[in-house]
């Protein structure tokens, strides 16, 4: 399918191909930096009620590349998609963020999670990636994307956000089993979720393990990592040109590098605590590497902005044989919701002209 991309930079550059110039997307494009993402979220009265509905789920995907000629599309939805079709209850309170009605703590409530069954449980994430790539029409390729096991899990035991990861640490020191046997589980349905999304219509996978950063390196072996390289090896990624790249991004990944380019992942993506140059020796051309301007850089002058993207991608070059191949721009993290539009404007020109080969 990716022959009648009229972009196919982001899946050449996945896959360490040459491209004319460096492909770039940002994580949390859409969103409420946009004043035309906050009049549909109003109109539909919830991020959830926007998300489930596949209309406006695909009006929101598309209303940054109607701004700016990113190089990708991705889904909007959620990464809590999976754990709220487990059951778990997904609300959200304003400014509070995500919650959990019935979060897991006992071996009851890890006994009781099965994988959803994803054309009928997550069937509006497949209907919102089946119109999106209709509604795309071969303009760019489209990310489809899942949380990794442990920030899932993260999120399932803790029942929203966390300041210090308290009940799912202890967890993972007083009862390893236990919670081997949720990211077991969860595992199996990321894996689903990802290959249901592909046949949907996603030209190119992201797993984002925002929280793996907050385990010391021991631990991060033993309930993070693992559980990535599974899905590295069993996801079924298609053929040929067909083939969707799967990229594993991480935050604070970057003591754990040199596994991850091992994992059988095609990309890596990373914050901005590494260097690109240190980032690109260490990996050594076995996957491709996305990231990684600090998302803060958006808040600086559009001049400065420039400089710094310019730097990124001098970077990359320097620590890969000095060739641009095989990076894929991105921030180090999503976007806020105080940016301004015109500064990404000013980000995505000056990756493009300063890649220009
Ligand atoms: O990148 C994109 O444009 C795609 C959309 C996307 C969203 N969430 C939309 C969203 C993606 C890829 C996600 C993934 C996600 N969700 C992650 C992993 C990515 C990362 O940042 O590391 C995490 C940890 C979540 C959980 C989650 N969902 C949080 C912490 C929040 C923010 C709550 C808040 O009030 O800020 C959400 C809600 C959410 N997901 C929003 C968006 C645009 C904001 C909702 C709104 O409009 O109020």
């Not at 890890?110 to 509006?124: C, I, K, N, Q, S």
């Not at 949380?147 to 390893?176: H, Q």
């Not at 990592?225 to 040929?240: H, K, Q, S």
Request: one cysteine or more; hydrophobic letters at 45%; a negative charge.
């Amino acid at each position: 399918m990716s022959d009648t991309l009229a972009n196919d930079r982001l899946l050449r550059a996945l896959r360490r191909q040459p491209v004319d110039r460096t492909p770039v997307w940002l994580m949390r494009q859409a969103g409420r930096y946009l004043p035309e993402y906050r009049a549909t979220r109003a109109a539909a009265g919830s991020f959830l009620a926007m998300a489930k509905n596949p209309e406006l789920a695909c009006e929101v995907t598309l209303q940054p590349l109607r701004r700016f000629p990113l190089d990708a599309a991705i889904l909007f939805s959620d990464i809590l998609t999976v754990p709220d079709a487990m059951g778990l209850g997904l609300y959200f309170v304003e400014g509070e963020g995500p919650k959990f009605e019935r979060p897991v703590r006992e071996e009851a409530d890890v006994a009781r999670l099965a994988v959803p069954d994803m054309e009928t449980e997550l069937r509006y994430v497949m209907d919102a990636v089946r119109t999106i790539r209709r509604e795309l029409g071969g303009k760019v390729p489209l990310i489809g994307f899942s949380g990794s096991p442990w920030t899932l899990a993260c999120y399932m035991v803790e029942g929203g956000g966390s300041d210090n990861y308290a009940r799912i640490k202890a967890m993972a020191f007083d009862r390893p089993e236990l919670l081997h046997r949720m990211l077991g589980t969860i595992t199996d349905a990321v894996i689903a979720y990802l290959s249901a999304q592909r046949v949907a219509g996603a030209q190119a996978l992201q797993v984002f393990d925002t929280w793996g950063g907050v385990l010391s390196p021991a631990l991060y072996r033993q309930f993070s990592l693992p559980y990535l390289e599974r899905i590295a090896r069993e996801l079924d990624r298609g053929e040929g040109d067909a083939r969707a790249p799967l990229i594993l991004f991480g935050k604070g990944n970057a003591p754990h590098l040199e596994a991850l380019a091992a994992s059988g992942a095609d990309a890596v993506g990373v914050d901005w605590l590494v260097g690109l140059d240190e980032a690109a020796r260490r990996v050594g051309g076995r996957v491709a590497l996305q990231g990684n301007l600090d998302p803060a850089t958006l808040y600086a002058h559009p001049r400065v902005i420039a400089g710094e993207a310019a730097r990124v991608l001098d970077d990359y070059a320097a620590g890969n044989g000095g060739s641009r191949e095989g990076h894929v721009f991105n921030l180090g993290h999503g976007m806020s919701p105080d940016m301004n539009p015109e500064h990404v404007a000013a980000l995505v020109e000056a990756v493009h002209a300063h890649s220009a080969r």
